[in-house]
């Protein structure tokens, strides 16, 4: 049983690049987010998918896509990089998200991506 | 959305003493409560968490106590020990539910 498994750790791109970040999680999980780490700023939500066939944008969307391709994945994609998007990047998945009830978030170990 | 404000920023105590972490959240609708401990080149971990029908919740060295009408929470560690160093985080969700906002962290270190 892995969790979240999230690939590559580390990447580096030049500006104008693009790159598709994967996240996998085996727990059978209806939600699925990405975060985005900076130092002093905690963790800002970019994109979720609340359930297999949804998705939405977050506090920070600008600059990225996303798909939900099965219940199992969730990526995420730089279509032209900026050295503003240098950051470290966290997939999560949680079982249900409503209103009625939250359950918690199970975060990967992250990417490392560096835009120069 | 929900603004999530996290204090201190940083945080150094003696082994054995106590740790506290305040965290306030704006929406009087959020419902649920949790804390995430991150060691370095990893990513955050559930530790303890609380819904808002109760006001303490305990496991071992770790507490959370939730004060809903002045809307803020906080974590307890007692009994420090070196490796309970690492950045600690809060977070709550929307009043709808599904989107998490966190604070900006607390880094914990404990001195031998």
């Known amino acids: 049983n892995a969790g979240v498994t999230q690939t590559p750790k580390f990447q580096v791109l030049k500006t104008g690049q693009s790159m598709t970040l994967q996240c996998a999680q085996d727990?059978?999980?209806?939600?699925m987010y990405w975060y985005r780490q900076d130092p002093g700023m905690g963790l800002r939500l970019i994109y979720y998918s609340a359930s297999e066939g949804t998705t939405d944008k977050g506090e920070v969307p600008n600059g990225y896509n996303v798909s939900r391709l099965n219940k199992r994945e969730f990526s995420l994609r730089l279509e032209s990089a900026a050295p503003s998007q240098t950051s470290v990047y966290f997939c999560?998945?949680?079982?249900?998200?409503?209103?009625?009830?939250?359950?918690?978030?199970?975060f990967g170990n992250g990417t490392r991506l560096t835009v120069t | 959305g929900e603004n999530v404000e996290q204090h201190p920023s940083t945080l150094s105590v003696q082994e054995g003493d106590s740790a506290v972490i305040k965290c306030t959240y704006s929406?009087?609708?959020?419902?649920?409560f949790p804390w995430y401990k991150q060691e370095l080149g990893k990513g955050p971990q559930l530790i303890i968490d609380?819904?808002?029908?109760?006001g303490e919740k305990k496991d071992q060295r770790i507490a959370v106590t939730l004060n809903k009408t002045a809307k803020h929470f906080s974590l307890h560690i007692t009994e420090t020990q070196p490796e309970d160093s690492a950045v600690y985080f809060c977070?709550?969700?929307?009043?709808?539910?599904?989107?998490?906002?966190f604070g900006t962290g607390t880094s914990l270190t404990v001195i031998p």
């Open positions: 999560a998945s949680s079982e249900v998200q409503a209103r009625s009830y939250n359950s918690p978030l199970h």
């Open positions: 929406d009087s609708a959020s419902n649920y």
């Open positions: 609380i819904r808002s029908n109760v």
């Open positions: 727990m059978n999980h209806n939600s």
């Open positions: 977070a709550a969700p929307t009043g709808a539910g599904n989107q998490f906002y």
